[in-house]
């Protein structure tokens, strides 16, 4: 266990904006997952994103309902 992912359990992560999209990275903070699995989840369907020039774009809400199990 990374020394980060450690430390979410003491101190989580802050709450996910809502007036902004996130990009992969901030997506897989949120998820505690590596940025590689965010963007199979994006392939695969099961995270919502839209690509803007070359970076990838998730809403809160997307991410809000994979934390859920919703999607």
């Not at 897989?28 to 994103?49: D, K, M, W």
């Amino acid at each position: 266990m990374s020394n980060i992912a450690s430390l979410q359990h003491i101190y989580p992560p802050p709450p996910l904006p809502d007036d902004r999209y996130l990009d992969i990275r901030e997506s897989a903070y949120y998820l505690n997952v590596s940025p590689y699995t965010v963007r199979r989840l994006i392939r695969g369907g099961q995270l919502p994103a839209a690509k803007v020039g070359q970076v990838w774009r998730i809403t809160p809400r997307a991410v809000r309902e994979l934390l859920a199990g919703d999607r």
